[in-house]
């Protein structure tokens, strides 16, 4: 049984210190052969802001036709969805929030519409990730960023417990990440585990 794991790269800066963290992952995952990887940078695609005309609570879908269209049902198929973003002014970065707050049509969808985000047999067999960077050493650097995601993935049928997070500070630079002690070891083994856990959702041997 294939595995598909969906990836949104969110820096505004390609092959920064957040994506390489995500590639990192990707790279370990698709070691697999039962795994597939499909990876979006956000900068190549067109996701517009929000407009918040709750027009999707009658519609069920966005009245604004971009690159959304064909986003969404990857995120509905997807078993396991990753983002990616460095932290901007205490908060997310500006594209992986215009996704998130699209991200609407699902929360109207679920509980203004009352219909199903993804068939009741897959309920409970996704899991979220959320990888950040951050330039700064501060411990409270990452609070801001994490309501916003949880916030996607639960909208999308991804709990809380299955949301697994890495996050790494005191990587300003580009390529900074390279010279971390942990990260790139803590990145192979969260691709790991998650892929195990995964299966074990899916009722494969592991």
């Given at each position: 049984?294939?595995?598909?794991?969906?990836?949104?790269?969110?820096?505004?800066?390609?092959?920064?210190?957040?994506?390489?963290?995500?590639?990192?992952?990707?790279?370990?995952?698709?070691?697999?052969?039962?795994?597939?990887?499909?990876?979006?940078?956000?900068?190549?695609?067109?996701?517009?802001?929000?407009?918040?005309?709750?027009?999707?609570?009658?519609?069920?879908?966005c009245?604004?036709?971009?690159?959304?269209?064909?986003?969404?049902?990857?995120?509905?198929?997807?078993?396991?969805?990753?983002?990616?973003s460095?932290?901007?002014?205490?908060?997310?970065?500006a594209?992986?929030?215009?996704?998130?707050?699209?991200?609407?049509?699902?929360?109207s969808?679920?509980?203004?519409?009352?219909?199903?985000?993804?068939?009741?047999?897959?309920?409970?067999?996704?899991?979220?990730?959320?990888?950040?960077?951050?330039?700064?050493?501060?411990?409270?650097?990452?609070?801001?960023?994490?309501?916003?995601?949880?916030?996607?993935?639960?909208?999308?049928?991804?709990?809380?417990?299955?949301?697994?997070?890495?996050?790494?500070?005191?990587?300003?630079?580009?390529?900074?990440?390279?010279?971390?002690?942990?990260?790139?070891?803590?990145?192979?083994?969260?691709?790991d585990?998650?892929?195990?856990?995964?299966?074990?959702?899916?009722?494969?041997?592991?």
């Amino acid at each position: 049984m294939v595995i598909k794991v969906l990836a949104f790269a969110g820096s505004p800066r390609r092959h920064g210190n957040s994506e390489t963290l995500l590639d990192w992952v990707l790279h370990e995952m698709e070691k697999q052969p039962d795994v597939e990887v499909e990876k979006y940078a956000l900068t190549d695609i067109k996701i517009a802001p929000c407009k918040g005309c709750n027009a999707c609570e009658k519609l069920n879908a966005c009245v604004q036709k971009d690159d959304l269209v064909w986003v969404e049902p990857k995120i509905i198929e997807a078993d396991i969805i990753i983002l990616s973003s460095p932290i901007f002014c205490m908060g997310i970065a500006a594209q992986p929030k215009a996704l998130i707050d699209r991200a609407q049509v699902f929360r109207s969808r679920k509980f203004v519409l009352k219909l199903p985000v993804v068939p009741p047999d897959r309920k409970g067999k996704r899991i979220g990730i959320f990888l950040a960077s951050a330039g700064q050493d501060w411990d409270y650097v990452f609070d801001a960023a994490i309501p916003s995601v949880k916030c996607l993935f639960h909208v999308i049928d991804i709990k809380n417990k299955d949301i697994r997070y890495l996050m790494v500070n005191n990587v300003d630079e580009k390529g900074a990440i390279n010279e971390h002690p942990t990260a790139e070891a803590d990145a192979l083994a969260l691709a790991d585990e998650v892929i195990a856990t995964m299966r074990t959702m899916k009722g494969e041997s592991l």
